[in-house]
Every structure is written in structure tokens, then in C-alpha cells.
């Protein structure tokens, strides 16, 4: 089993930036891939970037890439999404899950655990 939380959502202008921490706890919480995924409202929720494991291998989905880096502590069983030049397009409930094995994937209906989500809202 692992529990996810996460932090640091909140409201921003456009052209801000935030991090979202992903707190996991479990025996194996620091050795399962992480993804991050958005959700608005009527929508079906769509990848955002992952990461392996190890911490060795991301991915981005396009509407990321040269803004949005994951990264992960496994120190501190922490996964983060630092998220640079944020549009309102990127507003949205945004969640962390984890898979119970160690290569990301990229469907939410590959993951095992959720978090309850984080709001993120980007003004004009």
C-alpha cells in the first residue's frame, strides 16, 4: 500500500510558478514510479509527466515540456512538479499516483494509488 498527499496548489497569475510536493508513505513509496496527472471539470484527466523509480527517467506530455520538471527525493519519500510560465490552460485539480512497480507509465488506469488532488487555478 501507499498514501499520497499533495501540496501546494493554489491561485497564480499567468506567468507564475508553483511546486507541487507529492508526499508518499508505504514500504515500497520510494521505489515506485510517479506520475502526475490534471483534471477539470466534464474532463477526463490527462497525463502530465512521470517518473521512474530510481528518479532516472521522466517524461512530459507536450503541453509540459519546457515548463513543467518533476523530480523526487527519496529521502524524503517526496516526489515534486515545479511548474514555470503557467498559462490558464493549466488550471485544473492536479494529482499525483503511484504504480506498484518501478517503470512509469503514462495512462491513469495504469497506477495503483491516488492522492486526493491539489487545486491549481492560473489568472489572466
Known amino acids: 500500500q501507499v498514501q499520497l498527499v499533495e501540496s501546494g496548489g493554489g491561485l497564480v497569475q499567468a506567468g507564475g510558478s508553483l511546486r507541487l510536493s507529492c508526499a508518499a508513505a508505504?514500504?515500497?513509496?520510494?521505489?515506485?514510479?510517479v506520475g502526475w496527472f490534471r483534471q477539470t471539470r466534464g474532463k477526463e484527466r490527462d497525463f502530465v509527466a512521470a517518473?521512474?523509480?530510481?528518479?532516472?527517467?521522466?517524461h512530459y506530455a507536450d503541453s509540459a515540456k519546457g515548463r513543467f520538471t518533476i523530480s523526487r527525493d527519496n529521502t524524503k519519500s517526496a516526489v515534486y512538479l515545479q511548474m514555470n510560465s503557467l498559462k490558464p490552460a493549466d488550471t485544473a485539480v492536479y494529482y499525483c499516483?503511484?504504480?506498484?512497480?518501478?517503470?512509469?507509465?503514462?495512462?491513469?488506469?495504469?497506477?495503483?494509488?491516488w492522492g486526493q488532488g491539489t487545486q491549481v487555478t492560473v489568472s489572466s
Open positions: 499516483a503511484a504504480r506498484s512497480r518501478y517503470d512509469y507509465r503514462l495512462r491513469p488506469d495504469e497506477y495503483d494509488y
Open positions: 508505504g514500504r515500497t513509496a520510494s521505489s515506485v514510479a
Open positions: 517518473i521512474s523509480g530510481g528518479g532516472a527517467s521522466t
